[in-house]
């Protein structure tokens, strides 16, 4: 009779092979098997060849990046958290980073410093927020050129389907 951890991992690894079919023969399924420093079982799924882009998520509130970081990961991206201007530009010389997510109210990065560091030319999309009392630093992001500014407050309605757009652009649908 099979274990509850390989039917768990089965399962996983059946869900896993629907999501990549999309992506091509390129992709597969490595498994690697360890017990943790507990002595627990740990089973790894490791993805060869499958290439994911970047959002960079520029913040200092740890209680505000859990949530926000699990939704880019949720659509498929991996999410790097940046808390200055070199460390941004920085991941966007490493190449594919798809978006960056701007948390005015970190105060370590003003969208006029990004906007004018990422240029005119190929950039990622700026999503820059803030508290919804910040009506000065929220026009000024605007006015920075970001391309979507929004109080916290409707962070969390927004943030899935601006995940959404730019995982479909790209996927090239």
């Not at 023969?25 to 420093?37: I, K």
């Not at 991206?77 to 940046?82: D, I, M, N, P, W």
């Amino acid at each position: 009779m099979a274990r509850s951890e390989d039917i768990a991992e089965h399962k996983i690894r059946a869900f896993l092979c629907c999501r990549l079919s999309s992506c091509g023969p390129h992709v597969t399924l490595d498994r690697d098997v360890a017990a943790d420093a507990t002595g627990h079982r740990r089973v790894e799924i490791l993805w060869k060849g499958l290439h994911v882009a970047t959002v960079i998520h520029v913040t200092n509130n740890l209680l505000m990046a859990s949530p926000v970081e699990g939704e880019v990961r949720q659509i498929g991206f991996r999410c790097v958290t940046a808390s200055s201007l070199p460390e941004v530009m920085a991941q966007i010389e490493q190449g594919d980073v798809v978006g960056v997510l701007l948390d005015i109210a970190a105060q370590r990065v003003t969208p006029a410093e990004l906007m004018e560091s990422l240029g005119t030319g190929d950039r990622p999309y700026v999503l820059a927020f803030a508290p919804h009392v910040w009506t000065e630093a929220i026009a000024a992001a605007e006015a920075a050129g970001c391309d979507l500014v929004l109080p916290r407050s409707r962070l969390a309605g927004q943030l899935p389907r601006v995940l959404e757009q730019l995982a479909s652009q790209q996927r090239g649908d």
